[in-house]
């Protein structure tokens, strides 16, 4: 039977290991040192409105779960001034570990999608998001891995007065990844949070979402969800902490898991920090979906291959809630195997 495991007491969800993380360590370890062939990123405008910027290595401040490795390029701020925003991603293709650093700014209201394409390199990859006070946009990010691929990267958004953001971030994963997300807001803002987990192939994955709320009047939504099969195992935490100042906000957590054989395994442990009486709404939960014989059936019964039948299950899992353009843009990207 696939397996869905609670936090029990004594286990902290921010120090227990579920996963053996030695293979990111040996890729960190070796990036520093140049024990092993490292490249830059390349990034290309495939949108007619991108302004993009080389950066010195010091653009790259802020991270807290990778390090800062210097290349030759590899750092680049990305300029949206509203509208339809596209950027792709790509690998140098000269060396065994890949990495980027990307600040992308957000300046008018608008849709900015960031692809980063499958490829056989590890790779280590920070993103930092920052909206101006009073836009609201919204931001696909498509991160897609190789099968032996070992992935570590950092999202950071910061958001200015009043300003709104939707990130959605799809994670097609390879052998191992590792994800840390962390927002912070300004008052009045406003921000939605969708992470999606793609595991096919025996991946092991660790994703972690912080939302910090220091301010009053803003709302925090975050829900993390994966697609797990084929003996994978992923940990999910999420964790928000409202202070003293977080008057009249909200906050609400949820982890998912659609497990699609007995062999899968998720992890998964929302947590909030309260530190107001004044707090509008704070809940969270994890909920666990198997992808059992009878939802298959009832599904097959009306047309559809059993093929069919269960990427429909899974294109509905990954997708609800999401805009229809977020929606067709993830459809489009998720693998089946």
Known sequence: MAKTVARG???????????????????????LN????????????????????SLSPSGSIGFKSIPVITVSQGFYRVRSTGGV?????????????????????????????????????????G????????????VLLIHKSGKRAVDLSEIIVEQGDA??????????????????????QGAGSSIEKTILVNSTQGSRVEVEDYSYIDNPSVSAESYIRSRLEGGSIAVLRGRGMASRRASGSRIVYGIESLINDAESTAFMHPFLDIHSNNIVEARHYARNYLLTMDK???????GL?????????????????????AREIILSNISSS
């Open 296 to 302: 298959l059936f009832y599904i097959e019964t009306r």
């Open 163 to 184: 300003s709104r953001l939707a990130l959605v971030a799809l994670f097609n994963t390879g052998s191992i990844l590792q994800a840390r997300v962390e927002s912070i």
């Open 34 to 53: 140049r024990e092993a062939p490292v490249a830059n990123i390349l990034i290309k405008a495939l949108s007619p409105n991108a302004f993009i910027d």
């Open 85 to 125: 925003f596209d950027v792709g991603v790509e690998d140098s293709g000269d060396g065994v570990i890949a990495v980027g650093y990307i600040e992308l700014i957000l300046e008018g209201s608008g849709l900015t999608i960031l692809r980063i394409p499958e490829n056989p390199v590890h790779r280590i990859m």
């Open 127 to 138: 993103i930092k998001v920052t909206v101006v006070k009073g836009v609201d946009h919204e």
């Open 9 to 31: 007491a004594g286990d902290s969800p921010t120090i227990k290991k579920y996963i053996d993380k030695s293979p990111l360590e040996e890729l960190v370890r070796r990036a």
């Open 305 to 325: 291959k059993p093929d069919e039948a269960a990427m429909l299950l899974v294109h509905g899992f990954l997708t609800r809630g999401l805009s229809r353009a």
